[in-house]
């Protein structure tokens, strides 16, 4: 009778761990959006940088502003674990960080803030939100 009931249980267990939603995309499908790849930002070293200098690497784009309380920093920390998994490999990627609010992020703040996740990672800022227009 143990037997029964333990494998009833078990049974009613495993089944109220299926899934029974479907994962459907929820979000703004942007994939056919086309991507305005001739820009030219100042980085937090003061040099105007193109996506021409990062030719040949796998380039990550990441817009946020360093007064953002939790997404901006978990997905450069994020961004940084998968760095330091890809090891050798890392070298062929560059996390390239823009700016929504470069009224506060200026390249000092800019400076000190990207280096703490990865000192390979590139700060730019877009000081006449043409990006963001676009």
Do not use: W, Y
């Amino acid at each position: 009778m143990k037997k029964i009931v333990l494998l009833f249980l078990t049974l009613i267990c495993l089944i109220s761990c299926q899934n029974s939603h479907d994962q459907t995309f929820v979000g703004t499908d942007i994939s056919s959006v086309p991507i305005d790849t001739t820009f030219r930002l100042k980085d937090f070293n003061g040099q105007i940088r193109t996506l021409e200098d990062f030719k040949g690497k796998v380039v990550v784009i990441f817009f946020g502003f360093t007064h953002c309380p939790d997404i901006c920093p978990t997905t450069l920390t994020d961004l940084k674990k998968t760095m330091a998994l890809l090891k050798d490999k890392a070298s062929d990627v560059q996390v390239i960080f823009i700016t929504l609010d470069p009224a506060r992020d200026t390249e000092d703040v800019l400076k000190k803030f990207i280096p703490t996740f990865n000192s390979s990672f590139s700060g730019l800022l877009d000081q006449r939100a043409t990006l963001i227009k676009s």
